[in-house]
T-cell receptor, first 112, second 113 residues
Framework: DAGVIQSPRHEVTEMGQEVTLRCKPI?????LFWYRQTMMRGLELLIY????????DSGMPEDRFSAKMPNASFSTLKIQPSEPRDSAVYFC??????????FGSGTRLTVV | DAKTTQPPSMDCAEGRAANLPCNHS???????VYWYRQIHSQGPQYIIH???NNETNEMASLIITEDRKSSTLILPHATLRDTAVYYC??????????????FGTGTRLTIIP
């Protein structure tokens, strides 16, 4: 089992550019979560999916952020346009109902 | 979900048992206690969870007081690799979703050689 796979590991982009983060959950897991971590705000839940359907997106900061899960093996988090305050580590996690989460290694995003 | 209180930091000597406390005095009867840890630059890692009975696995033991208002995570023989931020989280486990975990600030545990 390769675990939760995120790409890219690092992303540096200029302000105003579109950024797409990718996540492949563990096969068979029915929940997928996107978190963001900064020094100031800690770990924040942005959105989560159950069986590919978005359940709670109340943590998505604004309309510049969007997330999709077109199938059970892939999800994207898109920021358009990106801003310097979006700089953070973005984590994807997956789980089975009532089990512990498995997190990916994260994507470190820097917007300059 | 109930709020938790953890000390911001702790030290423990290598080879000793590390005991990390968590206060959750407003916990409800259907809320579980979860522990995760985050080693620098990595994603959080699930450790253990419990409802009211003590639990043990290959990583740690979880001791929950009888009134369930507090718990202690025990790492029996701490190693340098256990240096991390440890998060105590309390939440309801439903059958119908609402699976989200809300992370607090955790305890930064430093294992001293």
């Amino acid at each position: 089992d390769a675990g939760v796979i995120q790409s890219p590991r690092h992303e540096v982009t200029e302000m105003g550019q579109e950024v797409t983060l990718r996540c492949k959950p563990i096969s068979g897991h029915d929940y997928l979560f996107w978190y963001r971590q900064t020094m100031m705000r800690g770990l924040e839940l942005l959105i989560y999916f159950n069986n590919n359907v978005p359940i709670d997106d109340s943590g998505m900061p604004e309309d510049r952020f969007s997330a999709k899960m077109p199938n059970a093996s892939f999800s994207t988090l898109k920021i358009q346009p990106s801003e310097p305050r979006d700089s953070a580590v973005y984590f994807c996690a997956s789980s089975l109902l009532r089990h512990g989460y498995t997190f990916g290694s994260g994507t470190r995003l820097t917007v300059v | 979900d109930a709020k938790t209180t953890q000390p911001p930091s702790m030290d423990c000597a290598e080879g000793r048992a590390a005991n990390l406390p968590c206060n959750h005095s407003t916990i409800s009867g259907n809320e579980y206690v979860y522990w995760y840890r985050q080693i620098h630059s990595q994603g959080p890692q699930y450790i253990i969870h419990g409802l009211k009975n003590n639990e043990t696995n290959e990583m740690a033991s979880l001791i929950i007081t009888e009134d369930r208002k507090s718990s202690t995570l025990i790492l029996p023989h701490a190693t340098l690799r256990d240096t991390a931020v440890y998060y105590c989280i309390v939440r309801v486990r439903s059958n119908f979703g609402n699976e989200k975990l809300t992370f607090g600030t955790g305890t930064r545990l430093t294992i001293i050689p």
